[in-house]
């Protein structure tokens, strides 16, 4: 009993050392009225210069030193093409999807419903005690890892921490994570581990920039009920956890601070998704400051402890920490330090600078990556190597989701038509398991890629993406948003095609669904007269398809003749020389 005391003693000693060493917050004031103070300038505002200290190297924090020293797109992930996104934490605990930690204090969200009725109201049992009592005794990044691999995949992203501020890994500078609390295992440990393993390339994606505005519902309470006026547990402090299960772990680590008195915040945390109008924090520059610098020392930390192949940040503007859409609230440097960090990091290992940054959304900027967040583009996008990326269903798990491995591949063909890469999240259980429908999608999207992959892997746009259908005068494409019913219904037909160029420099013609025995496509972007083919077709070929095609090319199209059987599933691809 004595030694049990000792220890807990000397781990909450720990915690509150380990607290106040790293990177210690600053005093703040008590919040004012709600809505009583403006937010400042944002575009007035002189970007904070943070001077956090960097690995040594070439590149310096600024994007002028990140754009000049930067050696360009990774072969690597010109090849890889397809990859998995682990989009996976203790949020999978409410089963309701995404931003289940931020709507559980929503009374008007299913979230919210749902975590009354698995651990009780929030102004009594908030989101501390999901991750206290999360436990994925199931996860087994091994293998997954496997079975991503088996699907066709070549890469991962693999979530590092999401909004909810929670860190997965064995973090040196936030004690609210799976070491210290839930699981008691250091997640990205073990996926890196799995990864390097398998061959399989990663990279560790990171939201808690969102975290000050997006957990302003925290700080709320029910507006009517019995509960009616009770502050939600984000209004704690650590003194209030004396004699508590999470003494010495202070909730403003892991919910914030209360930034309500600005214009706009109450109303945004009131609304669907969206952060406070742009602006800064100018009340609360010191706890800005250090927020920003906690931000990018927990992204180093990963970087030198794990090696990964890449970073991601989230985002809908130019970059973390900018005073506007989700950077709203402080601008600095947080994001340079951290890529120069990354790479000079990359340079002294490797030997080579073969990683890279997915700043998301971010105009062209060489040394980083954008995404493409469930949409796909219309025309082909070279300016800048990017990812395509969604869920199937929601970012994290929910009942009732549609399972269906033809959504996925047409996905993964309209982004790779487009000079792009596709990165999709299939979701699992709140114990790290996959259930059986998503074991069965991504089997048949291996098979799918094993016959077809010679035209994804490797591949880049040709000079159209596509041909076929138009609606209101635009080109029929896969629907955007995540894939759901709506994108495993839709109809294409044989007429709808993709190209990419294979890295053999044959050109590769997707039909984006399996026609009739017997029945004829005509191609007509390889028309003679469109010129848009230099030589004339050599052969034709179908992949999967060991007999000789009938084709023939004419001034309006390329015929081809497919065979009396077709036993080919979601898509078939033609490879022309």
Known sequence: MRTTILFTFFSLFQVSVYAQDKNPMPAVAAPLAANSVPMGDWETFPEAKLEIPIAKGPFEPTWESIEKNYPGEPAWLREAKFGIWVHFGPQAAGESGDWYARYL??????????????????????????????????????????????????????????????????????????????????????????????????????????????????????????????????????????????????????????????????????????????????????????????????????????????????????????????????KADAMQSVIADFYNRSLARRGEVNTFSIVKFRKKTNGTVNTEEHGIPANIKKDQPWIAETPVGDWFYAPDFTYDSGMMIRYIIEAIARDGNAAICISLLPDGSMNEESQKMLKEVGNWMRLNGVGVYGSHAWVIPAEGEMIDGKLKRLPGGALKQKQAEFKFNAQDIRFTVGKNNKLYAFCMNVPEPNAQIKIKSLGTDEKHFSNKVKTVKLLGYKGKLKWEETADGLSINCPKKMPFATAVVFEIE
């Open 105 to 330: 204090y929503k009374s008007d969200k299913r979230a919210y419903e749902n975590h009354i009725k698995r651990y009780g109201h929030p102004s009594e049992v908030g989101y501390k005690e999901v991750l206290r009592d999360w436990n994925p005794t199931k996860l087994d990044p091994e293998k997954l890892t496997k079975i991503y691999q088996d699907a066709g995949a070549r890469f991962l992203m693999i979530q590092g921490v999401h909004h909810d501020n929670y860190d997965l890994w064995n973090s040196e500078y936030q004690p609210w994570n799976s070491v210290n609390i839930g699981p008691k295992r250091d997640l990205i440990g073990e996926w890196a581990k799995a990864c390097k393993a398998n061959g399989m390339r990663y990279g560790v994606t990171f939201h808690h920039e969102y975290t000050w505005w997006w957990w302003q519902t925290a700080f709320g309470s029910d507006e009517e009920g019995p509960k009616k006026g009770i502050p939600y547990d984000g209004n704690l402090t650590l003194a209030d956890g004396k004699g508590k299960w999470w003494e010495g772990y202070d909730p403003k680590m892991l919910y914030g601070i209360n930034l309500r008195e600005y214009k706009g915040v109450v109303e945004a945390a009131n609304s669907r998704w969206s952060p406070p109008p742009a602006g800064i924090f100018s009340n609360h520059l010191g706890y800005a400051k250090w927020y920003a610098t906690n931000w990018a020392l927990r992204m180093m930390d990963v970087v030198k402890h794990y090696d990964p192949d890449f970073i991601y940040t989230d985002g809908t503007v130019e970059g973390p920490f900018t005073g506007n859409g989700t950077g709203t609230g402080f």
